[in-house]
T-cell receptor, first 116, second 115 residues
Framework: AQSVTQPDIHITVSEGASLELRCNYS??????LFWYVQSPGQGLQLLLK??????LVQGIKGFEAEFKRSQSSFNLRKPSVHWSDAAEYFC??????????????FGTGTRLTIIP | KAGVTQTPRYLIKTRGQQVTLSCSPI?????VSWYQQTPGQGLQFLFE???????NKGNFPGRFSGRQFSNSRSEMNVSTLELGDSALYLC??????????????FGQGTRLTVV
């Protein structure tokens, strides 16, 4: 079965600094990988996804993520964070069962705090 | 275009009671998935409905059930509530039952507190 680990529960970054959020996955086949963001009181919004091709994926709001098969990682990065980036970030792996059903398995999330 | 609407936004129930949560997907979307979000556990998949049929189910007890209507609106029911059922319940809708290639759009959730 697939699983996702986000080792950092909470990260604090100064505004304008760079950001990297870690995500490690476990899945036997080529994974579909996603990053979602959840702002306070809101649902989840898709930032970016990867399923094939270029291992560096560009997303919305200036985020990017790099797929590294050898490390089973899909880390999210942003060169310069803004106060509005304060939110909870979820990494997810998508899988298809033998019956053709598809589902997403989420990590436990990383809460990002931005300090002035 | 309206987003995913979940009602109610907040709910307080007593142990042993039952509760029904509602989700109206984006117009034209036929797939609705439900997730339970708790601190430390992240989002856990409950079930997915597509064209009124349950397509996929997570590892939750039978107290958790759902259904989907012909207009794609979905309801989730939890019977005999336990304190551990306190959580944010999120609904996601997508055009087709192919979450890997079709973006899922999430509602704001229903915050259920069991006392």
């Amino acid at each position: 079965a697939q699983s996702v680990t986000q080792p950092d529960i909470h990260i604090t970054v100064s505004e304008g600094a760079s950001l990297e959020l870690r995500c490690n996955y476990s899945y036997g086949a080529t994974p579909y990988l996603f990053w979602y963001v959840q702002s306070p009181g809101q649902g989840l919004q898709l930032l970016l996804k990867y399923f094939s091709g270029d291992t560096l994926v560009q997303g919305i709001k200036g985020f990017e993520a790099e797929f590294k098969r050898s490390q089973s990682s899909f880390n999210l990065r942003k060169p310069s964070v803004h106060w509005s980036d304060a939110a909870e970030y979820f990494c997810a792996v998508g899988a298809r069962s033998n019956f053709g059903n598809e589902k997403l398995t989420f990590g436990t999330g990383t809460r990002l705090t931005i300090i002035p | 275009k309206a987003g995913v609407t979940q009602t109610p936004r907040y709910l307080i129930k007593t142990r042993g009671q039952q509760v029904t949560l509602s989700c109206s997907p984006i117009s034209g979307h036929r797939s609705v998935s439900w997730y339970q979000q708790t601190p430390g556990q992240g989002l856990q998949f409950l079930f997915e409905y597509f064209s009124e049929t349950q397509r996929n189910k997570g590892n939750f007890p039978g107290r958790f059930s759902g259904r989907q209507f012909s207009n794609s609106r979905s309801e989730m029911n939890v019977s005999t509530l336990e304190l551990g059922d306190s959580a944010l319940y999120l609904c996601a809708s997508s055009l087709e039952s192919r979450v890997l290639n079709t973006e899922a759009f999430f509602g704001q959730g229903t915050r259920l507190t069991v006392v």
